[in-house]
T-cell receptor, first 114, second 113 residues
């Protein structure tokens, strides 16, 4: 089946640094990718919708300058957490839809900001 | 505003019995529903889906029921197995929403051996 891969799966960084997380669709072209964040014991919260070749659409309350999303190709989207702070520590998950609209998730990336 | 709700944060079921997970939604424009399973520190994995034109979809031990008039969705797992212990999310998509999915808050299922 379709596979979506995220890298890195776990990253630890110092406060104030920027971290980039990659999301790749390995065997299909994904025109739309989604970025989610999961807080402990809470639902997946949609952060932004990313369409290839255009600017991402951010959900209300998500800072676009803080969470930079780039969808440069049909198989790659990146999320950059800029000037990360401890409150940005979370589990970030991407997903991508194939031609028929089915949704596939990446394995998730755990960010810990010290 | 939470458009997809899972009112039971947790559920415990004996192995071999039926697990029923419930999901309610408010937006009548949702046309496609899914259930996902998530283990700790892993991404969600797709379980089963149902289109709004159907009221039931079955895949092995998993059956999803859709009651559009009640705006209610349920997932039945029969028989439940210890490996089914995980957090289950329901999700819904708006027909014209460009593949944007809305998730419920999840139900943590524990299957007791």
């Amino acid at each position: 089946g379709a596979v979506v891969s995220q890298h890195p799966s776990w990253v630890i960084c110092k406060s104030g640094t920027s971290v980039k997380i990659e999301c790749r669709s390995l065997d299909f072209q994904a025109t739309t990718m989604f970025w989610y964040r999961q807080f402990p014991k809470q639902s997946l919260m949609l952060m932004a919708t990313s369409n290839e070749g255009s600017k991402a659409t951010y959900e209300q309350g998500v800072e676009k300058d803080k969470f930079l999303i780039n969808h440069a190709s049909l198989t790659l989207s990146t999320l950059t957490v800029t000037s990360a702070h401890p409150e940005d520590s979370s589990f970030y998950i991407c997903s991508a839809t194939d031609k028929v609209g089915e949704l596939f998730f990446g394995e998730g990336s755990r960010l810990t900001v010290l | 505003d939470q458009q997809v709700k899972q009112n039971s944060p947790s559920l415990s079921v004996q192995e071999g019995r039926i697990s029923i997970l419930n999901c309610d939604y408010t937006n009548s424009m949702f046309d496609y529903f899914l259930w996902y399973k998530k283990y700790p520190a892993e991404g969600p994995t797709f379980l089963i889906s149902i289109s709004s034109i159907k009221d039931k979809n079955e895949d092995g031990r998993f059956t999803v029921f859709l009651n559009k008039s009640a705006k209610h969705l349920s997932l039945h797992i029969v028989p439940s197995q210890p490996g089914d212990s995980a957090v289950y999310f329901c999700a819904a998509r708006i027909a014209w929403g460009g593949n944007q999915f809305y998730f419920g808050t999840g139900t943590s299922l524990t299957v007791i051996p």
